[in-house]
């Protein structure tokens, strides 16, 4: 009996000790909680920083962005001015000269180029249909301007059959295959 009695009395000392151990372990688990939840919230206050500077970072490049293109109008706009301000007329007195028919045809030439920097229609053209050439974009300019396959062949120094694969390629990339449609109405049509 006094075996019984020993063995009631040390289970509630056994089982005190089982709960002190339980109680600390779970007193650990709080404070590992704890430490989670403070570490959790620090992350999130500097993802909430970051995200913060992120909007104002990307606000900053649109605005940069902006100007840019401002300056590249700008830019474009003084380059086109400067260019029948202070080139083009040059361009007429050389022709008022006395020249050779080679020497009258590259004026033509410098002349007929630097109308096509300036032209509306051909910044129409390359940023429209990115997809063309530079001779397209020339044979398109001189379509526009009615000048015959022939002619366009001599100025440009190629082959009749050259210019007409040029023609072929402009009518394809501006949806004009199987339509008649005439090409220097067409291109006359565009801004």
């Not at 688990?29 to 992350?43: F, G, I």
């Not at 995200?51 to 380059?79: F, I, T, Y």
């Not at 009258?104 to 030439?109: E, F, G, H, P, R």
Request: no cysteine; hydrophobic share 40%.
């Amino acid at each position: 009996m006094r075996k019984g009695q020993e063995e009631v009395e040390k289970k509630p000392e056994e089982k005190v000790e089982e709960l002190l151990k339980i109680n600390k372990l779970l007193e650990q688990e709080n404070a590992e909680k704890k430490v989670a939840e403070e570490a959790l919230k620090k992350r999130e206050s500097e993802l909430e920083a970051t995200a913060k500077s992120l909007e104002e970072l990307n606000a900053a490049l649109k605005v940069l962005l902006k100007h840019r293109e401002d300056d590249k109008n700008e830019v474009g706009v003084k380059v086109i001015a400067n260019v029948k301000e202070l080139v083009l007329p040059y361009v007429e007195k050389l022709k008022a000269t006395p020249l050779s028919d080679t020497q009258a045809t590259l004026v033509d030439i410098v002349e007929m180029h630097l109308n096509e920097i300036t032209s509306p229609f051909l910044m129409k053209l390359t940023s429209t249909y990115l997809g063309f050439t530079p001779k397209e974009i020339q044979v398109a300019s001189l379509i526009r301007d009615g000048k015959k396959t022939k002619e366009i062949a001599k100025v440009m120094g190629v082959s009749k059959s050259a210019i007409d694969l040029h023609r072929n390629h402009i009518r394809n990339k501006l949806g004009l295959n199987n339509k008649k449609v005439n090409l220097r109405s067409y291109l006359s049509a565009l801004p």
